[in-house]
């Protein structure tokens, strides 16, 4: 009995240890976030900061324009959610309701394309944004994201799993197939397409090379590349630097703890696109 | 009831597919075929989409190229230096999250918390910890008696450091994936070995590890083609650099460079295809020699459950 004490608490001591070397990159992030300049590079390192610099915030926020570099990637993450969620609605339908001619086959090669790599995507993209005239524009942003055929392969097998008689039910009842899509399928499937919003928006707010190569100005940037931008400019002002770093990783952090839940399920099932 | 196939209700469902299809061929489907055929092309104006010449000289000019080389090679090391250590590390968090613990859905939590965050933005929390005075690394080594070592300028580190940050960044998704894994395991396994004496060790090596076989051969997989795209990590670490000396340009960074810097379509086409072909490559190996395995633990069960 002892013995199970003991490597009991050895485990416990594994996982904790770990559980920190995991949080500590954070920790020292905020830490430094919040540090007066000659505090920022000391030996030993000053774990907590004395006085706590709230003005690194102000002053990060006024340096760079984080204020359209925020807009912007909030803008970019709802538009290309709202736009995914629209499209696998109506095609996780088709698949899942409709027999039609050519499905089994349409389906295979959707699958097929989700083993490419995207790198080998990029240059014939950027091309026909070129020709579009979308470079530079919210519509190089959202609209090549607006259709994911992981999130179609997730709601289909949802919908499949929604007993038949219901649709039975309601189209005795008068209920036309569109109708019954949106007004009952829909809310059933809200667990499924919250895992799918969620994974959606992770993907959008972090991406970058795409970001990266579809944007030149200003203006246009979302925050990842905005804080590249900002650390060839910072450079050395690290406490500057954890704020900016801070503002990116934080609201994606307080998102997956809240909703964490619908994130490891939809994770489990298969991997994070990108 | 049995549905049959009309076609009335094969153009219903196109009225469906049509915005999701639409842009999967637009931005899928097209480019994978488009990018194939301009990996061909040696020379091409991409805005009239006149091509003057063709022919396999993108090949031949990647292949006599000492930075792809070098950039592949980068790539192996980092692929070496990644899955191996992330898969053994993973799996053993995850058998232990997996004991009759407190607390297990806060540390895992905890430990998934790398995965959701911005890769640029943790690499610029990291290339602070690196920092060769006052980074916390060095601080840390410096309490057992380590001198600092230039995780970020010294050729020999930049790799090290790079391997580091990515494996902190993807362990919780193995450790996830292991733990659904591990609930799928039969716990009366477990109990008759117990009933048998079988150590805990032995418990790990001759039910854990065949079981999970399976959960191991995805997570491998995925791992792999993962760390062979590594791009991010790089430009974040090294501010838009490869590294000193070009110690950590990857194949992704090399077409990066061919594609966005030098305006190489052709050459960076050829060279995306190549790290293609390359995973695909090493995906069917992995999904050959792990079916084998699957299939002799199966055939062993079978013979040693018949015997009793």
Not at chain 1, 25 to 49: C, D, E, G, H, Y
Not at chain 1, 52 to 70: K, V
Not at chain 1, 191 to 202: C, D, G, N, R, S
Not at chain 2, 115 to 132: E, G, L, N, P, Q
């Amino acid at each position: 009995m002892r013995r199970g004490a003991f490597s009991k608490g050895f485990i416990y001591l594994l996982l904790i240890a770990g559980g920190i070397l995991m949080l500590l990159p954070f920790v020292w992030m905020i830490s430094t976030s919040l540090k007066a300049p000659n505090q920022v590079m000391t030996l030993p390192p000053i774990w907590l900061p004395h006085p706590i610099e709230w003005s690194n915030y102000l002053h990060a926020w006024h340096t760079a324009p984080f204020a359209r570099y925020l807009f912007n990637s909030i803008f970019v993450a709802a538009l290309s959610t709202l736009g995914v969620l629209l499209t696998t609605i109506l095609a996780a339908y088709a698949f899942s309701q409709i027999n039609f001619y050519g499905r089994d086959v349409v389906f295979s090669i959707l699958l097929g394309t989700m083993m490419v790599p995207g790198e080998i995507l990029l240059i014939p993209n950027f091309v026909t944004l070129v020709k579009l005239g979308w470079i530079d524009h919210y519509e190089a942003l959202t609209v090549p994201w607006m259709a994911s055929v992981f999130a179609i392969f997730l709601l289909r097998q949802f919908f499949l799993s929604i007993p038949k008689e219901l649709s039975y039910a309601a189209k005795m009842d008068g209920c036309s197939d569109f109708k019954y899509l949106w007004l009952i399928m829909v809310p059933i499937s809200k667990p499924a397409l919250i895992t799918i919003a969620l994974l959606q928006v992770i993907g959008s707010w972090n991406s970058f090379l795409w970001p990266l190569i579809v944007t030149n100005s200003m203006t246009m940037r979302t925050m990842p590349v905005g804080l590249m931008a900002f650390s060839s400019e910072a450079g050395t002002e690290y406490n500057l630097l954890m704020v900016a770093a801070t503002m990116v990783i934080l609201p994606m952090i307080i998102l997956f703890i809240i909703l964490q839940k619908y994130i490891i399920e939809g994770v489990t099932r298969a991997g994070i696109k990108g | 009831m049995i549905e049959r196939r009309t076609w009335k209700k094969t153009l219903r469902a196109l009225l469906y597919l049509a915005p999701a299809l639409a842009l999967i061929i637009v931005f899928d489907v097209y480019p994978i075929i488009k990018s194939f055929l301009i990996s061909f092309y040696t020379r091409y104006n991409y805005f009239t989409d006149v091509v003057y010449a063709r022919g396999i000289d993108n090949y031949l000019s990647i292949f006599n190229d000492p930075e792809f080389w070098l950039s592949l090679r980068n790539t192996a090391i980092f692929v070496l230096g990644v899955v191996p250590a992330s898969i053994c590390l993973s799996l053993a968090v995850a058998v232990l999250l997996n004991q009759k613990i407190r607390f297990r859905g806060l540390l895992r939590t905890i430990y998934f918390i790398p995965f959701v965050t911005s890769v640029v933005a943790v690499s610029v929390v990291w290339r602070w910890i690196f920092h060769s005075q006052y980074g916390l690394l060095n601080a840390a080594l410096g309490l057992v008696g380590i001198s600092s070592i230039h995780w970020l300028t010294d050729p020999n580190w930049a790799m090290p450091a790079l391997i580091i940050l990515a494996i902190w960044k993807g362990l919780g998704y193995n450790i996830v994936i292991f733990l659904a894994g591990l609930q799928n395991i039969d716990s009366n396994y477990y109990r008759a070995a117990r009933i048998d004496g079988a150590s805990p060790w032995q418990r790990f090596i001759h039910i854990t590890v065949p079981m999970l076989s399976g959960t191991t051969l995805f997570v491998s997989i995925i791992a792999m083609i993962n760390a062979f795209k590594v791009f991010d990590e790089i430009y974040a670490l090294f501010n838009g650099y490869p590294g000193p000396v070009n110690s950590a340009e990857t194949v992704v960074y090399y077409i990066y460079n061919k594609f966005y810097v030098q305006n190489q379509y052709g050459i960076a086409s050829a060279a995306s295809y190549v790290l293609f072909l390359i995973i695909f490559v090493l995906t069917l190996i992995q999904l050959k020699v792990g079916g084998q395995k699957k299939e002799r633990t199966r055939s062993k069960k079978l013979a040693t459950g018949g015997g009793r």
